[in-house]
């Protein structure tokens, strides 16, 4: 993808992006997320059904008589987007590959960050960090989040979620809603994602394709696994072949709810095939129920 052809591409998902936040996400993005916390304010003379909790002792010594402190809520959100830029994303059988739609959800999630001045930062992996762009706020900021979303080569094949959210941890100190894009075509990255939820409010969104899913009847099909690079011979047009093709990627897809279920990890299933903003909506709106719910 060429410079001028990144650039009109931003351009092309800041207008679509800023639509659908407008018309769907706004009034509702923020009271999404769990975690927002609270900053201390000032303090004030102690008033009767106060909670003692909150008297500051130092102060009321210094003033012979208590005080309290006062706390706002911390409006600012930090949202991270980590995405999965491993080989096996350039795999797609419609209009998109399963990269080029992690990007655009990336870029409908930055903009609603942009959109309600919270602070958005990008962390790219492969089976290595890629690139980390450090949460800030920002037009400008959001438009270079989609740059390297849309433009960045990376250097690695494979994928390595466990290693991107460790060095997520050491990186992001302050909580943060993190949304870790993938299509968790990998192993071992559990415990990762139970620390990882525990610090940060951590959804995760698999990107997959239809293609995936089922073999069409096709013949013989030389593939080759794009993150190792082993060729494979398979006969699409058995029926068994195609029956054990399906019932092996009905375990995976099984294998990474489970996963992220005992971890905690709220999981949005997404496909190349779908609309995904639709979807994504949609989950806004389940979270913000549930999360009311849990209030009341």
Do not use: C
């Amino acid at each position: 993808m060429t410079p001028r052809e990144v650039l009109r591409k931003v351009r092309r998902l800041e207008i679509r992006t800023r639509r659908l936040v407008d018309e769907s996400l706004a009034g509702s993005y923020h009271s999404v997320f769990k975690g927002r916390g609270v900053e201390f304010a000032e303090v004030r003379e102690y008033e009767p059904g106060d909670d003692v909790r909150t008297i500051d002792w130092n102060v009321s010594a210094k003033m012979g008589h208590p005080f309290v402190k006062k706390f706002t809520e911390e409006r600012e959100l930090t949202v991270v987007l980590v995405v999965d830029a491993s080989a096996s994303g350039r795999f797609g059988t419609g209009a998109s590959s399963k990269l080029e739609t992690a990007a655009e959800i990336g870029a409908l999630l930055a903009f609603s960050a942009i959109r309600n001045n919270d602070r958005v930062g990008l962390l790219l992996f492969t089976d290595r960090i890629e690139r980390f762009v450090p949460p800030r706020k920002g037009r400008e900021h959001g438009l270079r989040v989609l740059r390297e979303l849309l433009a960045f080569e990376p250097a690695g094949r494979g994928t390595a979620i466990a290693g991107a959210l460790d060095v997520l941890r050491r990186v992001v100190t302050k909580r943060a809603v993190v949304f870790l894009i993938s299509d968790f075509q990998d192993a071992g990255y559990e415990k990762s994602l139970r620390v990882t939820n525990i610090k940060h409010d951590l959804v995760a969104i698999s990107v997959s394709d239809p293609r995936e899913e089922t073999l069409p009847p096709s013949g013989l099909l030389a593939l080759r696994d794009a993150e190792t690079g082993r060729p494979v011979l398979i006969d699409a047009g058995h029926t068994g072949v195609r029956r054990l093709f399906a019932e092996r990627r009905a375990r995976e897809v099984l294998r990474t709810r489970e996963i992220l279920k005992r971890s905690g990890t709220e999981l949005l299933e997404l496909s190349t095939g779908t609309d995904y903003d639709r979807a994504l909506v949609s989950f806004f709106r389940e979270r913000a129920r549930r999360t009311a719910r849990a209030g009341g």
